[in-house]
Every structure is written in structure tokens, then in C-alpha cells.
């Protein structure tokens, strides 16, 4: 009996979407090393190098996310990505800047990806991608002041303020037009950050692993409607499993709206217009419902992207991820 390649496609992205899916619910996490974004599933360059360049366009995308909105010096991101193919199709470049302030502690990440596709069947492709840069981290512990006298402490004579520490990143990349599946490890060496007279000392990069993937289901009786589910585990040792399960709906090729259950108890609200072929506006909104949710007006993120096509290349694939 001759199996249908279409057949047996479709089979194995349902199986790497349920091989993401199970272990999610056996799973907790109780923190964050690396900063959450809720819009990853548009663009995955900060997490996965691997993802650079693939779409044949030149690029950028921007992203601001605004954490525990009313806290004051609650956690705020901004990251800056940008990407492009070369004249080696199978080459793909990229940068990305990220901004991570916390309290009074800023992290600054420049890192730059180079990434390399193998075609495995005419409609399967594997992609390996680096990611290497620097990492500046600051800390001015001498503006700390003591609570409810609002002395400064002496413990903290020093301020912290490291430059150029040197850190590296591995990523791989499996899609078709269906699916995707990535794993992903963005800064592989471990920093420590130690300074002043107590050696104040804290990792400046827990190693995370990514794992992360989607299925797009066209739904062609239902005017082309897009359904694209999602998930991704999120691993750092020492620390639980953290997990995101979420589920996306494209209208008239135009608008995504979903929706997403994130560990830590929360629940995301994700939506992106599609201005024109180039342009791609976004915006999301978490709300968590533990013990933090009558103290803050919710976690807020937006995101603007524009791809240009200076090669000219055919690209027979939709970017629905």
C-alpha cells in the first residue's frame, strides 16, 4: 500500500505539536531568568538564531513589553531584531538588541546570528544558527535606600557595572509549511557578576533551553481561515519547567488573535495586524491572577515589524510563523 507524502506531513507536525503539548500540563514554574515575551511565536530570532534570515526578506522587528503595569521600576523590555538573507540562499544573518531593566538594574544583550538551512526533502528544512555577542549589566547598589527610613545602605559601597562580557548561543529549526519545531539555547556561557566589598554576586545568564512549536491548519471550507497552535517549554536548572500553550486564529489574512495559558498563573491575550505585506503591527496583554494581581494593571507588550524585498526572490511559503 503506497502512503501519501501529504499524509504522512501531516502526521508528523500533529505529533510534534502533541509531543509539546503533554508534559505541559505535569509542569510549574515559580520564576524567570530570561525575560518573557508574549509574541514570540512571530518571531523567534531572539530566542532561536537558527530563525535568522529565513523568510528571504530584509527586516526588522521592534518590541517594547512593560511588565506588572503601576509597580513602580517593575520590569521593563525592549528589544530590537533585525534579519536578512544573503546572496547564499542558504545563509541567514541577524542581529538583536535587548534592553532588560529591573528596579534599578539594567542588562544590555547585543548579539548577532548566523544561520545555515539544509534541505531534507524538497518541502522539509532543518536550520542551524549561533548566536554570539556581549552582555553590559549595571547596578547601581549605592542608590539603594533602606526601608521605612530611607537610609542608603553601607553594606553596598560599591556600585556593579560590567562591559563586554563575551557569551555565546546554539539553535536548530525544523519546518515545512505546516509545522515548525525549534530547541533553542541563547547564552551558553554562565557569567557571575561580583563586586564591592560583601562580593554581591548573581548569575548574570542562567542557561535556558527553549523548546518550542506550531502546527497551521487552513481551514479552506471556512473562507481560508488560519488556526495555528502553539507551545513552547521553557528550562533553566534549578529551576521548574516553564511552559506556554496558546492558540492562534488569522481572519482574511489579515488579523491574528489568540490566546495563551502561561505557567506562573496567567493568561495572555495576543493580536497582530497585517498593515500590507510589509508592515505588522502587534499588541498583548497578560493578566495574572496570583497573589501580585491587586497590586499591578496587568503585563502590556507592542510590537512593530517591516520586511523589504531587495532580492527578489520567489518564496512559495506564507509566513505564519
Not at 108 to 133: C, H, M, S, V, W
Not at 246 to 264: A, Q
Request: hydrophobic share 40%; proline share 5%.
Amino acid at each position: 500500500m503506497e502512503i501519501c507524502p501529504q499524509y504522512m506531513k501531516n502526521r508528523i507536525g500533529r505529533f510534534v505539536i502533541l509531543t509539546l503539548l503533554i508534559p505541559a500540563f505535569y509542569v510549574n514554574s515559580y520564576g524567570q531568568a530570561e525575560p518573557i515575551l508574549t509574541q514570540y511565536m512571530f518571531n523567534m530570532q531572539p530566542i532561536n538564531p537558527a530563525y535568522a534570515g529565513m523568510w528571504e526578506k530584509v527586516g526588522f522587528s521592534t518590541l517594547v513589553r512593560k511588565q506588572w503595569a503601576g509597580i513602580n521600576r517593575s520590569p521593563l523590555t525592549q528589544v530590537f531584531s533585525f534579519h536578512t538573507p544573503t546572496k547564499n540562499e542558504k545563509v541567514g544573518l541577524g542581529l538583536n538588541v535587548t534592553n532588560d531593566r529591573y528596579a534599578r538594574q539594567n542588562t544590555l544583550n547585543i548579539l548577532g546570528d548566523y544561520a545555515y538551512e539544509i534541505a531534507l526533502t524538497p518541502q522539509t528544512r532543518l536550520r542551524l544558527g549561533l548566536k554570539f555577542g556581549f552582555i553590559n549589566y549595571k547596578n547601581p547598589l549605592t542608590q539603594y535606600q533602606l526601608y521605612p527610613d530611607g537610609k542608603y545602605d553601607e553594606a553596598f559601597a560599591d556600585d556593579v557595572d560590567l562591559k563586554f562580557m563575551p557569551n555565546f548561543g546554539i539553535g536548530g529549526f525544523l519546518y515545512d509549511e505546516f509545522y515548525y519545531i525549534g530547541l533553542s539555547i541563547p547564552k551558553m556561557i554562565k557569567n557571575d557578576y561580583k563586586a564591592n566589598i560583601n562580593n554581591f554576586d548573581v548569575e548574570a545568564q542562567i542557561q535556558t533551553v527553549y523548546l518550542m512549536g506550531g502546527y497551521v491548519f487552513r481551514l479552506i471550507q471556512y473562507n481560508y481561515l488560519i488556526v495555528k497552535p502553539t507551545a513552547m517549554l521553557t528550562y533553566n536548572r534549578g529551576l521548574p519547567v516553564h511552559y506556554d500553550i496558546g492558540v492562534n486564529v488569522m481572519l482574511r489574512e489579515k488579523l491574528w488573535l489568540g490566546l495563551m495559558n502561561r505557567s506562573g498563573n496567567a493568561i495572555s491575550f495576543v493580536s497582530q495586524l497585517i498593515l500590507d505585506n510589509n508592515l505588522r503591527l502587534g499588541f498583548a496583554m497578560d493578566i495574572t491572577y496570583n497573589e501580585i494581581f491587586p497590586y499591578q494593571y496587568g503585563t502590556y507588550e507592542v510590537t512593530l515589524g517591516f520586511d523589504m524585498d531587495f532580492f527578489g526572490r520567489s518564496y512559495i511559503r506564507e509566513k505564519y510563523f
